[in-house]
């Protein structure tokens, strides 16, 4: 009976420690800061357009402030309509859900469960939405359509890139 309860003893304590070395430390949880200011949603939409122009794109590319609300718009020559509202869509679901739009499009592309991300009120679930942050607050978003998913984030980034 001793070496029963001291098999399971042993097996529980190395569950434990399994189970302690597996779990990871939590990040601490994004905030929102100030607003981004004009000047720097404008650093953050030339940095996008230059992307955009280096791979001869047509994209739409929208900026938005903590609220969600359009802070700055572009769209170059010959963009399809519908990126119009798509790009601002994907900026506001970013800011609003704190997590750039690949997390939903992965989530509903592996399937199961991913796709209660479907019923979510106002959630774009295709890539090229992304966080603004500085100082690691959040200040906005970008979102970006025209091209591929792949190709609205690449944009996308390149625009985040320059303030973070």
């Excluded at 718009?73 to 994907?90: E, L």
């Excluded at 750039?100 to 469960?113: L, R």
Aim: charged content about 15%; glycine content about 10%; aromatic content about 4%.
């Amino acid at each position: 009976m001793k070496s029963i309860l001291l098999g399971i003893v042993v097996a529980t304590a190395a569950t434990l420690s399994v189970v302690a070395q597996a779990q990871k430390p939590v990040a601490a949880p994004l905030v929102y800061g100030e607003s981004i200011r004009l000047e720097q949603a404008e650093k953050v939409m030339a940095a996008a357009l230059q992307e955009v122009v280096k791979n001869n794109w047509n994209m739409a590319i929208a900026i938005v402030d903590t609220g969600g609300k359009l802070v700055l718009f572009k769209k170059t020559d010959n963009t399809q309509i519908g990126s119009v509202d798509v790009a601002i869509s994907k900026a506001v679901t970013a800011n609003n859900f704190k997590r750039p739009t690949k997390v939903f499009e992965d989530a509903v592309a592996n399937g199961g469960i991913g796709l209660r991300v479907l019923s979510l009120p106002n959630v774009t679930p295709l890539e090229g939405g992304e966080l603004i942050l500085i100082s690691g607050k959040i200040v906005g978003a970008i979102g970006v359509s025209g091209g591929q998913s792949t190709q609205d984030g690449q944009v996308a980034r390149a625009g985040t890139s320059t303030l973070n």
